[in-house]
């Protein structure tokens, strides 16, 4: 899974260099305690194991970080490309059935617009502000970061899903794709095996976060 992959991690070197997202630089115990308090706020909102998140933010260390709060919570992490907005982000979001969403301030607006049409939707909680969407109740990033930091006590299997990434939508409304913690790990391990990388290598990925097949094979080392 991803969160055993991270967990490997801490084991062999936590305070090492782990991932550097646009400059910004995290160790694995960052993501760590990050991600747990990620996940205990996405608790705290009554977010279940298995159920759907969504993320509409442009490449960013907090994108990142958002995404493993939610795989750590046991969540499916929705990322949503940030040049979609009215009908194409509303069926993402109606689509997956998102119960939250982490939108940046910046993109704030266009939640405003579509979220009396995203009945599913409950929670937006914002990076770098504190816009609120009609309809929904809102929190700000820096309150879901003040939860504890306490591992959540979710056992995370290899076939449960991780990531629902959406398709371009070229032939009819975008489809999900279901990527189980399986998928990436496996996605991961096969890089390593076929580009023979190896902890002492560093791996670029010039794709934007919410394609994250890419991002995630950061984690092989």
Same mark, same amino acid.
Not at 23 to 41: D, H, I, M, S, Y
Not at 54 to 78: D, K, P, Q
Not at 95 to 119: C, F, H, K, N, W
């Given at each position: 899974?991803?969160?055993?992959?991270?967990?490997?991690?801490?084991?062999?070197?936590?305070?090492?260099?782990?991932?550097?997202?646009?400059? =910004?630089?995290?160790?694995?115990?960052?993501?760590? @305690?990050?991600?747990?308090? *990620?996940?205990?706020?996405? %608790? +705290?909102? #009554? !977010?279940?194991?298995?159920?759907?998140?969504?993320?509409?933010?442009?490449?960013?260390?907090?994108?990142?970080?958002?995404?493993?709060?939610?795989?750590?919570?046991?969540?499916?992490?929705?990322?949503?490309?940030?040049?979609?907005?009215?009908?194409?982000?509303?069926?993402?979001?109606?689509?997956?059935?998102?119960?939250?969403?982490?939108?940046?301030?910046?993109?704030?607006?266009?939640?405003?617009?579509?979220?009396?049409?995203?009945?599913?939707?409950?929670?937006?909680?914002?990076?770098?502000?504190? =816009?609120?969407?009609?309809?929904?109740?809102?929190? @700000?990033?820096?309150?879901? *970061?003040?939860?504890?930091? %306490? +591992?959540? #006590? !979710?056992?995370?299997?290899?076939?449960?899903?991780?990531?629902?990434?959406?398709?371009?939508?070229?032939?009819?409304?975008?489809?999900?794709?279901?990527?189980?913690?399986?998928?990436?790990?496996?996605?991961?391990?096969?890089?390593?095996?076929?580009?023979?990388?190896?902890?002492?290598?560093?791996?670029?990925?010039?794709?934007?976060?919410?394609?994250?097949?890419?991002?995630?094979?950061?984690?092989?080392?």
């Amino acid at each position: 899974t991803i969160v055993g992959l991270l967990e490997q991690r801490l084991e062999t070197d936590p305070h090492g260099e782990y991932l550097d997202v646009c400059g =910004a630089t995290v160790t694995a115990a960052e993501v760590a @305690t990050t991600a747990n308090r *990620l996940a205990n706020a996405l %608790a +705290e909102l #009554g !977010v279940r194991q298995g159920d759907r998140v969504a993320t509409l933010a442009e490449n960013s260390v907090e994108a990142m970080l958002a995404w493993w709060g939610i795989v750590r919570r046991g969540a499916v992490a929705v990322p949503i490309n940030t040049a979609y907005k009215g009908e194409y982000l509303r069926h993402q979001l109606t689509d997956s059935g998102s119960r939250v969403l982490i939108v940046e301030a910046s993109l704030a607006d266009r939640v405003a617009r579509i979220s009396q049409d995203t009945p599913a939707l409950e929670h937006v909680v914002v990076i770098g502000g504190a =816009a609120e969407p009609p309809g929904v109740t809102t929190h @700000t990033w820096d309150d879901a *970061l003040g939860s504890d930091d %306490a +591992e959540p #006590g !979710v056992t995370v299997r290899p076939a449960d899903l991780a990531t629902f990434i959406y398709t371009g939508g070229t032939t009819g409304p975008s489809k999900g794709c279901m990527l189980s913690h399986n998928y990436h790990e496996v996605l991961t391990r096969q890089i390593g095996i076929c580009w023979e990388r190896t902890a002492d290598d560093v791996v670029w990925t010039p794709l934007p976060l919410f394609h994250f097949n890419a991002i995630v094979t950061a984690v092989l080392g």
